[in-house]
């Protein structure tokens, strides 16, 4: 029901800037949700950004302030703009989107991308 295409991602340098992309392909219902995932080296996967349908954002402590999530509903399109980024920003990044169905809501994740940090 969804296809989640993600790019943009490989190496960047500290302080330097990258951006990621996440087309989603839609076949029935509606995406409210969509998110950055991160999961580094032996840790466990967390949200970096979220935003809704409606535009409302929500931002990791860790990467508030550099990072910046955006959408576009028309093209079913996130983004994230990665400014500033540390090594520790370092990890695979997975696309999240939520679809709206008659009985819940159903997860959907992108195959991940690559984002290395070197300073």
């Known amino acids: 029901q969804v296809q989640l295409a993600e790019s943009g991602g490989g190496l960047a340098q500290v302080g330097g800037s990258l951006q990621l992309t996440c087309v989603a392909t839609?076949?029935?219902?509606?995406?409210?949700?969509m998110a950055w995932y991160r999961q580094a080296p032996g840790k466990q996967r967390e949200m970096a950004a979220r935003?809704?349908?409606?535009?409302?954002?929500a931002y990791a402590d860790s990467v508030k302030d550099r990072f910046t999530i955006s959408r576009d509903n028309a093209k079913n399109t996130i983004y994230l703009q990665m400014n500033s980024p540390k090594p520790e920003d370092t990890a695979v990044y997975y696309c999240?989107?939520?679809?709206?169905?008659?009985?819940?809501?159903?997860?959907?994740w992108g195959q991940g991308s690559q984002v290395t940090v070197s300073s």
């Open positions: 999240y989107a939520g679809l709206d169905t008659d009985w819940g809501t159903e997860d959907f």
């Open positions: 935003i809704t349908s409606l535009g409302y954002t």
């Open positions: 839609v076949t029935r219902w509606k995406i409210n949700v």
